[in-house]
DNA sequence: CTTGACCCTATAGTTGCTACAGGGTGCATA
DNA sequence: TATGCACCCTGTAGCAACTATAGGGTCAAG
């Protein structure tokens, strides 16, 4: 068997991805466009079976999809430097470390204005005074 | 002075928002619409200023538009019990932390696959390995 | 009057999907 | 053959929370 040809659905369930999505990411041009069978389905290969697959950890792994886009162009590449790779995965790692202190930041305010919070009345309910002027 | 008019760009800068932002808030609802000008000017009381106020400190702390105007109108009633408002923040603060534990795992992910690229080649890049089939 | 900062409305775009509408295909079963 | 159900298809609009763009009006100082 040289020539395996996987339906939408099979993808969808190989991969944990949604057929919608799947076809959104063919319409972006991020998965190329499988040949059809004689009832207008698609018609997929291993090829894109493994491509979607890199797709999906990469986004997975909180990589945007231009992001990704940069990768899946960058991994055909094999005898370039892998120098661009790891600008891409770096400028991401220091993204997702700003988020997780933006947010530790966030909760340690709203942690703090909640344990402040003795259930009475809304007149006396020192979350609503955090927010209000 | 009884009545201070502000105009939509005192606003903002007085509360750090976009003007255009202040105007989308007018539409969804969130801010109700002042009165106007000959010029057809926005013009806002001092009430419109503390109301924008306390929807940008919450929008800060990370409130959904939809809890931001639950909150607005749990904080109208004076006398009602802040049980409510106790559930919305509380909520909040638990999607909070399930996203910071999300993000923390993918850092730990991201960071190790990081961790062992040694720049060389695509062909032998850790990263596009890691992330192919 | 001119100019520049500010204001206005309407509409479309951003990111990454996702929902919905309406219709076709494939296959098993009666 | 007919039926039913799961799956497929395209096109378009929606979601959250803004934000950009287009085109035009207002205000105040020089």
Request: hydrophobic share 40%; glycine share 6%; with cysteine.
């Amino acid at each position: 068997m040289a020539h395996e040809n996987f339906s939408i659905g099979d993808l969808a369930k190989a991969t944990k991805t949604k057929v919608v999505t799947i076809r959104y990411y063919e319409r972006i041009g991020l998965l190329p466009e499988p040949e059809r069978t004689a009832g207008n389905y698609r018609s997929y290969s291993a090829a894109h079976l493994g491509r979607l697959s890199f797709i999906r950890r990469a986004r997975d792994l909180g990589f945007s999809i231009e992001q990704v886009r940069d990768l899946l162009s960058l991994s055909d590449q094999r005898d370039r430097s892998c120098e661009a790779v790891d600008a891409i995965a770096c400028a991401h790692l220091t993204e997702v470390d700003r988020k997780i202190a933006d947010l530790q930041a966030l909760r340690r305010e709203l942690g703090s204005i909640i344990d402040q919070c003795g259930c009475g009345t809304i007149a006396e309910c020192r979350i609503i005074e955090a927010l209000s002027p």
